[in-house]
């Protein structure tokens, strides 16, 4: 496997990464079959991990933990924060409360005394940036983080986070993890820039559209996968399943699987350092590792190109980010009387 420069930290990972977030209650709860999945994994050359300490409430960080005992150094093992993990309210977000709290909670369960990349899970607009990136300077200087990164930042959040590292000092994001796939293109236009401007690695999620570029979703067809009973819309979108089933050929053509096709596009932008791989069962993960090899040509690029435009969404993950002024009505509205007096 080639791997790649993290941004510019020097360190090298795998163009895939294996996510860990079907690690758990929420995915596969047999602790045994995960470990194996992810020592077959490592073995197969994939040296760079990631899960969230909200997988399972925890789980999943356990599971890695216990997954990478004796081999450790030779994995870049990655985690974020932010998500809740208790009916506490501060036992959420990205203040320095929370996140000097947490991060030794996710030292305990993944079993090891640094974590190499620790993420901001989503932007939180409720904490000032200087605050977060103060307390995450700290774990830096002190040993337990060794570098930090946001994700699914829009791209001023991640500029004003940029800025204000210089400005104070502190240390600043090393990587990005956004959506992206053929059919959520839109981190082409500013995200991807910018990160590159900054010389940020970006670590992308959900490159097979949670499921959509399996070909298991197809139009007029009923899905059974282990993700169909989850609520979320795009799944029937038939915009989405339009695109799907216009790839289909484009990936018959070049010889390959929906499945493969949709990782080699993920990882052929040179913006992009390593694609997310969630695989639930051995068999998934077989099926992903038997495409890590696959390179798209030019004629295949552009006729994909041709039906997703480079930059453009088709519908929209119902996981992604939504700034707060979109889904909170109110900031979005002029207060009517009646309103402003409610």
Known sequence: MKYRTLGRTGIQVSPYALGA???GAIGNPDHDDATRIIHKALDAGINFVDTADVYSRGESEEIVGKALKGRRDSVVLATKVNGAMGDDPNQRGTSRRWIIAEVENSLRRLQTDHIDLYQLHRLDPTVDIEETLSALTDLVRSGKVRAIGSSTFPASAIVEAQWAAERRGYE???TEQPPYSILDRGIEREILPV????GMGTLVWSPLA???????FRKGQQATTHRAGLPFKHYKDENRLDAVEQLIPIAEQAGLSLT???MAFAIAHPGVTSAIIGPRTMAQLDDLLAGADTTLD???LDAIDA??????DVGALDMAFKPEAITNTTLRRRPTDARAAA
């Open 21 to 23: 977030m079907m690690f």
């Open 172 to 174: 600043r994001f090393r």
């Open 195 to 198: 990160a590159q401007r900054y």
């Open 210 to 216: 949670q499921g959509m570029l399996t070909g298991k």
């Open 260 to 262: 493969h096709l949709a």
């Open 298 to 300: 030019d004629k295949t």
């Open 307 to 312: 039906i997703v435009p480079p930059g453009t």
